[in-house]
């Protein structure tokens, strides 16, 4: 849920649907104050819905295959300082909520290892991942942009041991990036959490595909789930519908039917 929308409209929304959990999203980082933190914190455990993580945004992305690359995630070199910069805000502000984890997008990660862009983006995600650890917190990367192995080598190089994976399944194929069902294979040790999400693949070069309500894309989610938990994942499924109006609301209760029996 939108924190924009703030702490007591964010966790409503939740609790009308009958949900237990919820990831709060950030695209602003001037109100990841300690006065929202620990009014979102009172909020949470009122309504008894837990957030799981705080999803940090860092504002100036475009999503699309074109300026994406230079404008999404710790990528792009010229926006890398300010960048960490709210990750580390994200981290305070998740600490003061008790939350123990942050996740953002981290970008369309190059798949040269000797890039230099990606040699830099190790250092940025190992200074994100040093602040995270000291408040006892995980860092943890929304998979998209990146091919599984991408990311799985990404983890690696960066040798920090508090780095993960949010799966967004929708998004690997919103991105043709892979079948998620398969990326399991590659990056399944690393979810944490997982953004209960589908849609479409891309039909040109330059446009993500198509996102849809959850059962009309192509996210296999009756194969998908049990093998997340054969693979001893024990996160949150967090539903995601990027849309607004009575329809998101529609779609979320779709979820919700197609999903229960598989948790």
């Known amino acids: 849920m939108s924190l924009e929308r703030g702490p007591e409209e964010a966790i409503a929304r939740v609790s009308r649907h009958g949900l237990p959990t919820c990831q709060v999203s950030c695209w602003q980082p001037d109100i990841l104050t300690e006065d929202v933190a620990k009014n979102l914190r009172r909020v949470s455990r009122d309504s008894s819905v837990d957030v799981t ?14 300026d994406g690359p230079r404008t999404i995630g710790l990528v792009p070199a010229e926006t890398r300082e300010v960048r960490v910069r709210i990750l580390k805000k994200g981290s305070d502000f998740a600490r003061h909520v008790g939350v123990a984890s942050v996740t953002t997008h981290v970008g369309f990660i190059p798949e040269n290892p000797l890039d230099a862009l990606y040699l830099g983006l190790l250092e940025c995600v190992r200074e994100v991942a040093a602040h995270c650890r000291t408040a006892g917190q995980e860092f943890w990367f929304e998979s998209g942009q990146e091919t599984p192995v991408t990311l799985l080598r990404t983890i690696e190089d960066s040798q920090a041991e508090n780095l993960g994976v949010n799966l967004d399944p929708a998004n690997l194929i919103l991105y043709g990036k892979a079948n998620p069902v398969d990326a399991l294979d590659v990056i399944g040790k690393y979810v944490r959490g997982v953004h209960a999400k589908d849609g479409l693949y891309p039909t040109n070069g330059r446009e993500l595909g198509k996102e849809t309500p959850l059962g009309e894309g192509k996210v296999n989610y009756p194969v998908l789930v049990p093998k997340l938990k054969s693979l001893g994942f024990g996160g949150a499924l967090t539903i995601e519908r990027e849309i607004s109006g009575p329809q998101q609301l529609e779609d979320i209760e779709r979820a919700i039917r197609i999903l229960s029996p598989l948790c």
């Open 53 to 66: 993580t705080i999803w940090t945004g860092l504002p100036g992305a475009i999503w699309n295959f074109v």
